[in-house]
Nanobody, 122 residues
Framework: QVQLVESGGGLVQAGGSLRLSCAASGRTFGRFASGWFRQPPGKEREFVAAISQNGVVTYYADSVKARFTISRDNAKNMVYLQMNSLKPEDTTVYYC???????????????WGQGTQVTVSS
């Protein structure tokens, strides 16, 4: 089992930045790919970014490319999502996930955190 806990969400003005953190515990986190997803109200969970087990491969949704950066520190069992140039449409709950595949769909991930709220005011 892998337990994931997100932190770093909050309220920020449009154009501002936030850094989300995901702390992992349990089995060796370095064996798992990791991803960030978000779920706007009334919509399905959508892909934001993913990173491979060794951090070499990353993927981003078109909507966040060039604004968000995913990274990881396996020695600390941490995954991060640096979010810059935030927009009001980025407002929603963000979830950290871990799985065997560096996928861009929620079904690729077996473990999920509880989510952290990000609110971007205009």
């Amino acid at each position: 089992q892998v337990q994931l806990v997100e932190s770093g969400g909050g309220l920020v003005q449009a154009g501002g930045s936030l850094r989300l953190s995901c702390a992992a515990s349990g089995r060796t986190f370095g064996r798992f790919a990791s991803g960030w997803f978000r779920q706007p109200p009334g919509k399905e969970r959508e892909f934001v970014a993913a990173i491979s087990q060794n951090g070499v491969v990353t993927y981003y949704a078109d909507s966040v490319k060039a604004r968000f950066t995913i990274s990881r520190d396996n020695a600390k069992n941490m995954v991060y999502l640096q979010m810059n140039s935030l927009k009001p449409e980025d407002t929603t709950v963000y979830y950290c996930a871990a799985g065997a595949v560096t996928g861009q769909q929620a079904r690729h991930y077996d473990y999920w955190g509880q989510g952290t709220q990000v609110t971007v005011s205009s």
